[in-house]
């Protein structure tokens, strides 16, 4: 879970401006957010990961009820968050 937004698997990222798709190269990345943030005066990153539980039955049923052809089922979930972060450079939330 990277500053500015995004998610990368093999290393952390620190690019702050946005790419146009499909991006070219060796990275992997789902760009959840992807801006310019500064979570150094406040503001907070949170993850979580899911394996059981009600969250994976909602996200289930949220899945199946816009993709109602895929026929899906999920396993685990993954949610991170940018609680309160402020674009940079400014202050605030």
Same mark, same amino acid.
């Given at each position: ?13 620190? &690019? $702050? ?6 991006? $070219? ?21 949170? $993850? !979580?990961?899911?394996? &059981?539980? &009600? ?9 199946? !009820? $816009? ?12 949610? !991170?968050?940018?609680?309160?972060? !402020? ?7």
């Amino acid at each position: 879970v990277n500053h500015n937004g995004h998610l990368t698997f093999d290393a952390p990222w620190y &690019s $702050y401006v946005p790419q146009q798709f499909p991006m $070219y190269g060796n990275r992997d990345i789902i760009a959840t957010f992807w801006t310019d943030l500064d979570n150094r005066g406040n503001g907070n990153i949170y $993850y !979580a990961q899911y394996t &059981s539980g &009600s969250l994976l039955q909602q996200v289930t049923q949220n899945i199946n !009820a $816009y993709f109602p052809t895929l026929n899906f089922h999920a396993t685990w979930i993954f949610i !991170a968050t940018w609680y309160e972060v !402020a674009y940079f450079p400014m202050t605030g939330t």
